[in-house]
């Protein structure tokens, strides 16, 4: 029974079930998240108008470890050719336990 077995016998089941449980409490998919929210501290009521322009600028990230690139707000203005910010929203993708993660960030302005 898995209840008389040495702690040592038991232990890689006890991290797998742990593992498990803290990835599927995390709140983001398992195997997928695609998250657009608007970044709260840069948010400004526009009309429709001010969205003339649309700048992107993204950094991605493998295996936990390695992050490349520029998501910076002033990366996606150069992108855009923006030079008066309206407003920012942000994407996030993320693969199978966040092995492949991609964060982008959009600005929107004249």
């Given at each position: 029974?898995?209840?008389?077995?040495?702690?040592?016998?038991?232990?890689?089941?006890?991290?797998?079930?742990?593992?498990?449980?803290?990835?599927?409490?995390?709140?983001?998919?398992?195997?997928?998240?695609?998250?657009?929210?608007?970044?709260?501290?840069?948010?400004?009521?526009?009309?429709?108008?001010?969205?003339?322009?649309?700048?992107?600028?993204?950094c991605?990230?493998?295996?936990?470890?390695?992050?490349?690139?520029d998501?910076?707000?002033?990366?996606?203005?150069?992108?855009?050719?923006?030079?008066?910010?309206?407003?920012?929203?942000?994407?996030?993708?993320?693969?199978?336990?966040?092995?492949?993660?991609?964060?982008?960030?959009?600005?929107?302005?004249?």
């Amino acid at each position: 029974m898995f209840f008389m077995k040495s702690y040592m016998e038991r232990l890689p089941v006890v991290w797998v079930l742990f593992l498990v449980l803290s990835f599927s409490l995390a709140g983001c998919g398992v195997l997928y998240t695609d998250i657009k929210t608007p970044l709260p501290q840069l948010s400004v009521n526009a009309d429709s108008q001010s969205r003339a322009h649309t700048g992107k600028a993204s950094c991605t990230s493998y295996v936990w470890v390695v992050t490349l690139g520029d998501c910076s707000v002033q990366s996606a203005m150069q992108n855009g050719g923006i030079s008066k910010v309206h407003h920012v929203d942000s994407e996030f993708q993320s693969y199978f336990f966040g092995i492949y993660g991609k964060f982008t960030t959009v600005v929107y302005g004249e």
